[in-house]
């Protein structure tokens, strides 16, 4: 049996664990807010402390990117840490990641780094306006940022900064040039030791009040998925990467940019529970513990509908064709991610049909964004 400690004990190392046990895969995570080393699924401390974890451990991977830099130079000193600690610490630095998109000759947003007012009028000057400023630490769900329109607001937007700043130290804001998309994509794929890469078909994601609501699984993909797995090999092999890799683009006119990365298993690639031949999770561990990666092909027509502050949906949706529904087991709080539901069907018109059916179960204030049609 392998063992594999998950920095983050979240959803995602919750879905580890799940995809994990078929193949023997033993996965422990660590809790980086109380510093426990518990079972993902449980919760319930399974070790004592880091160091322990460490030993006990083969691999070590991690579930989110905003982990202390203490506990990843830890891990990767032990030589057992997947992905490498640069690439964690690209995800959870938007300097280090515009840094490293740039070295691996990927098309990503003009930016600005901004530590003063003059910084960012030097910014609305040099890039233009509007312009998306961006926390460099600690941003997720659309948290960090503020949108700057005209020149006039921005002593007004200075000022929130400062604020900002002030409880934050260490940090920077970026200041990137705003994208007129016409969508957002993302693209899922893993690497492993050897360099071989599965990657899955395209994404679309719709994103409200800067969370992700819905994803489907682009089933004509052609050019665009070309582009996109160019950007994700150069980024890969920039980092020498290892595991599952999320790489988030916009789509302006069918040319790709990329917004952003996330070393990890990502929340617009829970479709492949259902919806491919092997799932995100699975692949994930088969990457990081140096097994064959498993084929990525998509084997139905799939969407991802996210649970978002919500403890319970309908008992009727789990009897609707081809309705998964994935509970976390986390406590309700508004906005929060509680859970998804994968919809399944044979074809996209069938698709269409169900999430008909379905947004007529769903409160449409938690679930703004069902319909295909
Ligand atoms: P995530 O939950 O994906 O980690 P995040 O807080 O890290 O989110 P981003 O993905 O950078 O933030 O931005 C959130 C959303 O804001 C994007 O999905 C996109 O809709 C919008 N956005 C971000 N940057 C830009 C930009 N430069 N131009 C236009 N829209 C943008
Ligand atoms: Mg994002």
Same mark, same amino acid.
């Given at each position: ?5 998950? /920095? ?8 580890? &664990? ?9 996965? %422990? ?11 993902? /699924? ?7 402390? /880091? ?22 130079? @830890?891990? *990767? ?18 300097r ?11 098309a ?6 901004i530590?003063?007012? =003059?910084?960012?009028? &030097? ?24 949108? +700057? ?6 002593? @007004?937007?200075? !000022? ?9 130290? @260490?940090?920077?804001?970026?200041? $990137?040039?705003?994208?007129?998309? #016409?969508?957002e %994509?993302? +693209?899922?794929?893993?690497?492993? #030791? ?9 994404? *679309? ?6 969370v +992700? ?13 070309? #582009?996109?797995?160019?950007?994700f090999n ?9 595991? %599952?890799?999320?790489? $988030? ?22 479709? =492949? ?6 799932? #995100? ?11 064959? /990666? ?13 649970? +978002? ?21 986390? $406590? ?27 947004? !007529? ?13």
């Open positions: 049996m392998k063992k594999v400690l998950v /920095l983050g004990a979240g959803q995602l190392a919750r879905m580890m &664990a799940l995809a994990g046990a078929p193949l023997n895969i033993d996965v %422990v995570a660590y809790d980086v807010t109380s510093g426990q080393v518990v079972h993902p /699924l449980t919760l319930a401390p399974v070790l004592s402390g /880091l160091d322990n974890a460490i030993r006990y451990a083969d691999v070590i991977t991690a579930e989110f990117e905003h982990v202390p830099h203490d506990v990843l130079d @830890a891990c *990767e000193a032990s030589g057992k840490l997947k992905p490498g600690a640069a690439a964690i610490k690209a995800g959870g630095d938007r280090i990641e515009k840094a490293l998109l740039d070295q691996a000759g990927v990503n947003a003009r930016y600005q780094l530590n003063a007012e =003059t910084d960012l009028v &030097a910014a609305s000057q040099h890039i233009g306006l509007p312009l998306v400023l961006k926390s460099s630490l600690g941003g997720y769900d659309g948290k960090g940022q503020w949108r +700057l329109k005209t020149a006039d607001q921005i002593p @007004a937007v200075w !000022q929130d900064i400062a604020a900002f700043l002030a409880d934050a130290p @260490a940090q920077s804001i970026v200041a $990137e040039a705003f994208v007129p998309f #016409q969508r %994509v993302s +693209l899922i794929g893993a690497r492993n #030791q050897a360099g071989d890469t599965a990657i899955y078909p395209l994404t *679309e994601n719709v994103h409200t009040d800067g +992700l609501s819905r994803s489907l699984a682009l089933e004509t993909q052609g050019d665009l998925q070309q #582009q996109a797995e160019g950007m150069a980024v890969a092999e920039t980092l020498g990467y290892v595991g %599952v890799l999320a790489i $988030e683009f916009f789509d302006v006119n069918g040319t790709l940019l990329v917004n952003e990365i996330a070393p990890r298993v990502h929340n617009s690639g829970h479709w =492949t529970q259902q919806g491919a031949d092997t799932c #995100q999770f699975e692949n994930h561990l088969r990457a990081v513990c140096d097994l064959p /990666l498993g084929n990525t092909k998509a084997i139905r027509s799939t969407v991802m509908i996210n649970i +978002l502050g919500e403890d319970t949906v309908p008992t009727d949706v789990l009897a609707l064709p081809g309705c998964h529904i994935h509970w976390y087991g986390k $406590e309700k709080r508004a906005g929060r991610k509680m859970g998804h539901i994968n919809v399944t069907a044979a074809s996209h018109n069938e698709l269409v049909q169900t999430l008909d059916t379905l947004a !007529q179960h769903l409160p449409s204030d938690s679930f703004p964004v069902v319909r295909l049609s």
